[in-house]
């Protein structure tokens, strides 16, 4: 196996999913605009792309081995190239459903059979959370490049416009080439499965992985982090325009901030890990956000409106705020690694759909428990609430390093990491 040329394909899946699934704000703007929809009716946008991911990686996860990584890969690949045609061919607001449906769909696949394949490549714990954190750190290259990917294609003078559809042609094109990139890329999938185990047992093994002390403590690390990040990603342009009374255009490009911040953590990340251990640098970052909350929020009080404001003259807040993105970008893709790389291989499809599942919770539930306190109380007070969770996983990481230092002992009994036990 090249692994250089394998790695290639994983990281262009996941920048194309990053733009497509990231793509939802924009989405949702535009169709407002252009097919007269309301506010209420494009917000289901975003849960024709969250609910399928959920259901999806539940009911396939376990199955993926046996139908095959580089094959679901594919099938991801092929229903968003097709969707993606959809868009300016059939221009319909139920068009934007299906792509997002279809994006979700294949994201689920995607994402499973994307970590699955990293635990094939890695040859230690130390390179697999480096290529771990670099496919994230690629994700939220993504993100950024998609933002400025879809306002290339929107007419401002003209908000009716249907140009902004024509990105879909070139996002089709990018599919498609890294369909081909992939399906002329071989992938050794040796050791992925257990032969001769039924459908419903692999599914079961599924199940029965929550069970474990370690996967427990894992599920709780990996939930309480997707809540900060999304409740802090999704109500960051709100707290800006709100409680730094920043323009609405400026609330957002703030924001990217935060963003860039996630992106250059955890390519820094990436590098990082081949040579330190994960644990302390985890604490480090878990620290360094408590900090910043800290420090900055107390900087947002008493604001009042400019007249004439820019980046110039922006309040102080806006600029350090969003950094936290880059001690926060570390720690999911760590722990996922660290997880993954506890188990056989065999078991790491149905550990990622798990992940997956979790982290559609907590990511939910993140930007509601926000938005409510946000709404009740205010913005400062919702940000200061961060530091709840981050105290739980700064605890729950203690629990997972001794839990893994279990697994990983000579007399840790071998039928706890069998699956059909």
Known sequence: MKNPRVLLSLFAIYLVFAILLNSVGTVILQVINTYGVSKSAASVLEGFKDIPIGIVSFLVASQLPRFGFKNAMLVGLAIVTAASLCMPLVPAFWTAKLLFFSVGVAFALVKVAVYSSIGLLARDRKTHASMVNTLEGVFMVGVLGGYWLFSAFIDSSDPESTAWLNVYWVLAAICALTFVLLWTTALDETGTRIEGESPMREFFAMLRLVARPLVCIYIISAFFYVLIEQG??????????????????????????????????????????????????????????????????????GIVPKAEINWLNAPVAAFILPLIGLFMAPIYPAINSVMLSSLPKHQHSAMTGLLVIFSALGGTTGSLITGTVFEAFDGRFAFYLSLVPIGVILLSLFFFRRAVERVGRPDYPEAALSSSQ
Do not use: D
């Not at 323009?247 to 390519?267: D, H, Y």
């Not at 890990?273 to 408590?290: I, K, S």
């Open 232 to 301: 802090i990603g999704t109500w960051l342009p709100t707290f800006n325009n709100e409680i730094l009374k920043l323009p609405p255009a400026m609330s957002v490009q703030a924001t990217s901030i935060f963003a860039a911040g996630l992106a250059i953590g955890r390519l820094g990340a990436g590098a990082m890990m081949r040579r330190v251990h994960w644990y302390p640098v985890l604490n480090g970052c878990l620290v360094a956000m408590a900090v910043l909350i800290l420090l900055t929020l107390p900087l947002a009080e």
